[in-house]
Structure formats: C-alpha cells, structure tokens
C-alpha cells in the first residue's frame, strides 16, 4: 500500500527554526510536494523536490532522499503567521499525488 | 496572479439530492484534478482530467460521481446522488502542460466548495 507518514503536531517558539519530517512508500516516484494550508482553506504550494538535496527559497527549505523515501521541511526564522498544517505529498507513478495527513504546527509567543 | 476559482463556496443540500460544483481552471492549463478533504482529515484525490477524459481516478470516484469540461474555460464536478459521507471541502486544481516537461510541478488549488448534505 502507499504511506505517507509525518508528525500529527508540533509546537515551536515565534523566531526559532523548526523541522517538519515525511517518511513515505509508494508506488513510484514523480516528486515530493510540500504544502501549507490554513484551516477551511485550501492547501497554498510551498515546495518541490524531485532530486535529491536541498532547496531553498526564503525561510523555507525542503529536503528529499529518495533512496531513504525521507523529506523533510526546515522553517527558519518562525512568525505567528507561520501556525498552519504543512501537508506532505508525493506524486506516483500514476501521477496521482498522495497526501499525507498533515503537521499541524503550533507557533507561540 | 492567475487563479482557479470554485463556486459556490459553500452549499447545503438533502440527501439523495444531485450537486454540481464548478471550476475556473487558471486559463493557460491543461490538466485538473479534484480533490476532497473531510473535515480534520487527509486531502484525498479524486480525478485528474486532460485532454477531455479522465487521466487517473481513485477508488473513491465511483458512479455516483462524473466530471466535465463543458466549454473552454469551465470544469465541473458533478455528484448524482449525495450521501452523507460526502460532505466535505471539495478543491478544484490545475496545472500547466508543456510538451518538453509534460504535466508541470506545480499543482494550483482554488478555494474549495464546502458541501454540507444533511
């Protein structure tokens, strides 16, 4: 079966960094998807990966090793705004993206 | 920015009852997908479209559920007899296709329509 694995819930101080992992098996591989999506609203592109390695964009980097099915999301530099559920996602052969269930991820003050 | 657009954004409707949501893809692209999410769980797809026939589907879309591209700009999610398990956000999405990339990597999403059935 396919599995996307990441954690239910983190909390993080406003300012600090935080990681966000994904474990997944599937039946293929076309890309690993990084989302965020606020509650009742739709899910907003963050990140993708393909290849292995890093990529960096702003505050937001997204790590993939395909060989370990590992990613993981580094948030840098943590604001209020930030405080989303970040929803893993990978793209299979089929080129049907299967969502994990979703870090939300809790930023106090 | 170019974006997709869903109506309504949200709808009520009894069981057994027939509803339509609608899609304005963003104008440059050819593939869409629906997807689904309950309320507290995972986004789940539904159906990708391109080329005016579905391209993949999930166990999830059966019978009940059927989509189209009536005109050029509209993509339609239609669900015959609704039950109760569906209420749920339903979002549109799109992406562009290139013929030397193929289906692009960024998958855009509308708003969603909230569908309550009671």
């Known amino acids: 079966g396919q599995n996307i694995d990441q954690p239910t819930e983190m909390t993080a101080t406003e300012g600090a960094i935080v990681q966000i992992n994904c474990t997944y098996q599937?039946?293929?591989?076309?890309?690993l998807f990084w989302y965020q999506q606020h509650a009742g609203e739709a899910p907003t592109f963050l990140s993708y990966?393909?290849l292995d390695g890093l990529e960096e964009k702003g505050r937001f980097s997204s790590f993939l090793s395909r060989s370990k099915g590992y990613s993981y999301l580094l948030l840098k530099e943590l604001q209020m705004k930030d405080s989303a559920s970040y929803l893993c996602?990978?793209?299979?052969?089929?080129?049907?993206?299967?969502w994990g269930a979703g870090t939300k991820l809790i930023i106090k003050p | 920015e170019p974006e997709v657009t869903q109506t309504p954004s949200h709808q009520v409707t009894q069981m057994g009852q027939e509803v339509i949501l609608r899609c304005v893809p963003i104008s440059n692209h050819l593939y869409f997908y629906w997807y689904r999410q309950i309320l507290g769980q995972k986004v789940e797809f539904l159906v990708s479209?391109?080329?005016?026939?579905?391209?993949?589907k999930s166990e999830i879309f059966d019978d009940q559920f059927s989509v189209e591209r009536p005109d050029g700009s509209n993509f339609t999610l239609k669900i015959r007899s609704t039950k109760l398990e569906d209420s749920a956000m339903y979002f549109c999405?799109?992406?562009?296709?290139?013929?030397?990339?193929?289906?692009?990597?960024?998958?855009?999403f509308g708003e969603g329509s909230w569908l309550t059935v009671v």
């Open positions: 999405a799109s992406s562009e296709v290139t013929p030397d990339r193929g289906v692009g990597n960024t998958i855009y």
């Open positions: 479209f391109y080329n005016n026939e579905i391209s993949e």
């Open positions: 599937t039946s293929g591989f076309n890309g």
């Open positions: 990966n393909v």
């Open positions: 996602a990978v793209r299979d052969s089929n080129y049907q993206l299967i």
